[in-house]
């Protein structure tokens, strides 16, 4: 691993504060920095390197600025990262890359992100589009924008696989598995991988807003499929009519239906896809495809981001 990166992974992510399990907060923050290690940070972009570039950070994924803060940083940019409020101590630790300042201001001073943005040549805002949109109206610099996107993984009967992308994060990441489809879904197959990977990274803390939304789908999943539910884990079967992208934490909801009902079902959200796992069927644009069980594992040698050539968009903006 880059000595960088090796120093980081030093470091206890369970003292992160980050809501998720002592568990769960290592495994995702050691996967991070094995993601982004593979970062090549040496090839050739075209167009002008930028002086300075703004990371905005959202809360519900902790190690989200990483990889670009790592790649941004370790070709001579001068990173603001601009930390959620709930990821102190996680955005700290990435400002310990050389190169990388950390600064906090509450999401409504917008006199401290201006004067953060009139330092940059560039911003990259993770975010809700309404943020992003905000962000984009105010700011005089270049704004690339990742925002609100959602995974979608077949069902290929390998249950470890699916339970893992949904463990890491405990689901709320965009890259998780919103949904599920396939012809058929073992149900129990997945209950038992559920479980056992509740057993090796618990689950952490649940909102009560997320505790009443899973309440919720629980009684509509009761009326209108099935419901299999364990300590630290649930997993909902309903109509393919009812699907939505949901990110509860380690809820999996699954949707059997063939081929072209698949197509139908997910066409309204067709450019909201972000990951897809297996053979899901269909053209999403924006999507990065890889295999069930590495959803939320995305290499730092990827180009894309949510259809974003983030690198080279930021490179050409400075050109």
């Known amino acids: 691993m880059n000595p960088v990166l090796a120093r980081l992974a030093a470091l206890d ?5 980050t ?4 568990q769960n907060a290592r495994a995702c923050w050691s996967t991070a920095l094995a993601c982004a290690d593979l970062a090549d940070n040496r090839r050739p972009l075209p167009g002008t390197r930028p002086r300075a570039v703004a990371i905005i950070a959202s809360a519900n994924v902790f190690t989200a600025p990483l990889e670009w803060a790592y790649q941004l940083a370790s070709r001579g940019v001068h990173v603001v990262l601009k930390a959620a409020s709930a990821q102190r101590a996680s955005a700290a630790a990435i400002g310990r890359i050389e190169g990388v300042e950390v600064q906090h201001w509450r999401g409504g001073d917008l006199a401290a992100e201006a004067a953060a943005l009139s330092r940059v040549d560039a911003a990259i805002v993770f975010g809700a589009s309404s943020t992003i949109d905000a962000i984009r ?3 005089r610099c ?4 990742l925002g609100p996107m959602f995974g979608v993984s077949f069902w290929t009967g390998d249950g470890g696989a699916l339970a893992r992308d949904a463990a890491l994060y405990d689901g709320r990441g965009c890259m998780s598995p919103a ?3 396939g012809p ?4 129990d197959a997945l209950s038992r991988a559920m479980s056992a990977e509740e057993e090796r990274l618990p689950r952490g803390r649940v909102s009560p807003e997320e505790a009443s939304e899973i309440r919720r789908l629980a009684f509509l999943a009761q009326a209108t499929g099935a419901w299999r539910e364990g300590p630290g884990w649930a997993v909902a079967r309903l109509p393919l009519s009812r699907l939505q992208p949901r990110g509860l934490p380690r809820v999996l909801c699954v949707y059997e239906g063939d081929h072209n009902e698949i197509i139908d079902a997910l066409a309204p959200w067709r450019h909201q896809v972000g990951t897809v796992a297996g ?3 269909g053209d999403y644009p924006q999507a990065r495809r890889c295999d069930p069980g590495a959803m939320q594992v995305p290499p730092g040698s990827r180009s894309f981001h949510d259809g974003i050539n983030v690198m080279e968009a930021l490179w050409r903006r400075s050109s």
């Open 179 to 181: 949904a599920v489809v």
């Open 184 to 187: 058929s879904i073992d149900l």
């Open 137 to 139: 109206a105010r700011a």
């Open 19 to 22: 809501g998720l399990s002592s």
């Open 13 to 17: 992510a369970a003292e992160f504060g």
């Open 279 to 281: 053979p899901v069927p």
């Open 142 to 145: 270049h704004i690339i924008g």
